[in-house]
């Protein structure tokens, strides 16, 4: 430790002189100077920029599980408890999730159905399962409101829709979007919260229309929808928390470009393996 002191601050005082007041031999830190680094410490250098690049390609978001995947997919091999010290040594830190307001509006008198897909978030094709939901931004403008669909068969984002106003025209934008896209020829199990977005008539009878079956969390239950909640912690601690928006569009088309480049085709899902 004394000889690295010396050598970080050869700019600042003459070696010989910290040399004396460290009380160790000037001989001997020029011996070890000139000593090669172990093999060691060559191999944590050359990991050292690998997972520079998987941080730097996953927008610095993924932490040490999800860089330590991308170097496995590489074919490089390596303990996940080293590439967390190594990451760490680095200052390399993923985003960290930042709270929002509650955006559930469950006092209401509309129909309500029943907790079908009870917790069973899993899909073995598209299009059998879509869960949904509702999350909001925070915009120097206002609140931009954000409604998903997302198919649990890969965890796609199957339709979106971003607006100022969480109301049954959002829900529905992200709906006809999905279904432009996958069109299901077979029965789809359509889950969400009770909010009065997805309860409404209109959005009921959207889905009556396409002969989709109707499930929906018990009240208060965050967990009955933990496959979106999960995906909205992701997006806000990936992409908005760390940015500052000073009007919808903006949000908007940061949102788009996270969603459509990154997370649909590129990010590393730890639930898929």
């Known amino acids: 430790m004394k000889y690295q002191f010396v050598s970080a601050h050869v ?5 010989v002189a910290m040399c004396r007041v460290l009380e160790v031999a000037q001989s001997g830190y020029y011996a070890w100077k000139k000593r090669q680094p172990s093999a060691r410490q060559q191999e944590d250098e050359r990991l050292s920029g690998l997972i520079q690049q998987a941080f730097t390609r996953g927008r610095a978001v993924y932490g040490s599980p999800r860089v330590h995947a991308v170097l496995q997919r590489q074919g490089i091999c390596c303990s996940r408890k080293r590439v967390a010290r190594l990451m760490r040594h680095a200052g390399r830190v993923a985003a960290h999730r930042k709270r929002t307001p509650h955006t559930t509006d469950s006092h209401h008198d ?3 159905a029943p907790n079908e897909l009870n917790r069973e978030f899993i899909a073995t094709a598209p299009n059998q399962r879509w869960v ?5 931004v925070e915009t120097q403008e206002g609140w931009l409101y954000v409604a998903a669909l997302l198919d649990l068969s890969a965890r796609r984002c199957v339709g ?3 607006g100022a106003h969480p109301d049954e025209a959002l829900v529905t934008s992200a709906f006809q979007m999905a279904w432009s896209q996958r069109a299901p020829e077979k029965t789809l199990l359509h889950h969400t919260d009770r909010g009065s977005h997805y309860t409404s008539l209109g959005y009921r009878a959207l889905l009556a229309s396409h002969a989709i079956q109707v499930s929906m969390s ?8 933990a496959a979106v909640e999960s995906f909205w912690h992701t997006l806000k601690t990936e992409c908005t928390n760390h940015q500052q928006f000073t009007t919808r569009q903006h949000a908007h088309t940061i949102i788009f470009e996270y969603l459509e480049v990154f997370y649909n085709r590129q ?7």
Do not use: E, F, K, Q
């Open 267 to 273: 990010r590393l899902h730890s639930t898929l393996g």
């Open 132 to 136: 949904g939901d509702i999350t909001v």
């Open 110 to 112: 509309h129909p309500i």
């Open 218 to 225: 018990r009240r208060a239950n965050c967990w009955d929808n």
């Open 160 to 162: 979106w829709a971003m």
């Open 11 to 15: 700019h600042d005082y003459p070696v």
